[in-house]
């Protein structure tokens, strides 16, 4: 998407260790009409595939995945990364690491929010080494339910995490691939899913 390519280069900055900085628009200060049109991307590439429902993981993945909820008339529901106590025990959980925070977590969901009747759309806002996707696709296993496929706003594509996730079968569709990050320059992916 080259609107989102354009808003990278010019507001995202490149950080030691190969983390992309653009939380003043995406995941810290959140640019609300330039998120809805992320979301309305998504939900056109995704229109024709019978989406029910829309799982993303907390925190930053909420708003684009609101968004793309919107476009798409479905039900939004975010994995919690803590168990809290206004969950229940009767939930699916799968775990994860995140490559940004270092860490591991194990992810929640309140089983009375997915079935197998739900086809589900995943979208997260980064996708590096492919770890939350896995981790919620787990989730959507666990519920008897189908993946109809996933998208991130941001893929880090020499993290090599969504190619290796397409090389099973599922959709992944990221509105903007980077093929690299070196001396504060970035190199994108051509977008294949891009409207002409």
Do not use: W
Request: proline fraction near 2%; glycine fraction near 10%; aromatic fraction near 6%.
């Amino acid at each position: 998407m080259k609107l989102l390519e354009q808003k990278i280069t010019a507001e995202g900055k490149v950080l030691p260790g190969n983390i992309l900085k653009v939380d003043g628009f995406l995941n810290h200060r959140i640019d609300v009409p330039f998120v809805m049109e992320l979301g309305k991307e998504i939900a056109r590439r995704y229109e024709n595939s019978g989406v029910t429902k829309i799982l993303t993981i907390e925190a930053s993945g909420i708003a684009v995945a609101t968004a793309a909820a919107f476009y798409l008339n479905v039900p939004l529901v975010f994995a919690k990364k803590h168990k809290s106590g206004n969950i229940s025990d009767n939930v699916y959980s799968a775990g994860a690491h995140s490559f940004t925070h270092g860490n591991d977590y194990n992810a929640v969901v309140s089983k009375e929010y997915l079935s197998e009747k739900d086809n589900v759309l995943i979208v997260d806002d980064f996708l590096a080494l492919g770890s939350a996707l896995e981790c919620l696709m787990n989730i959507v296993h666990q519920a008897g339910a189908q993946v109809a496929g996933c998208a991130s706003i941001i893929e880090k594509g020499y993290q090599g995490g969504g190619d290796r996730i397409r090389a099973t079968g599922v959709r992944v569709e990221s509105l903007a691939i980077i093929e690299s990050m070196e001396n504060g320059k970035i190199v994108y992916r051509p977008d294949e899913g891009e409207a002409k």
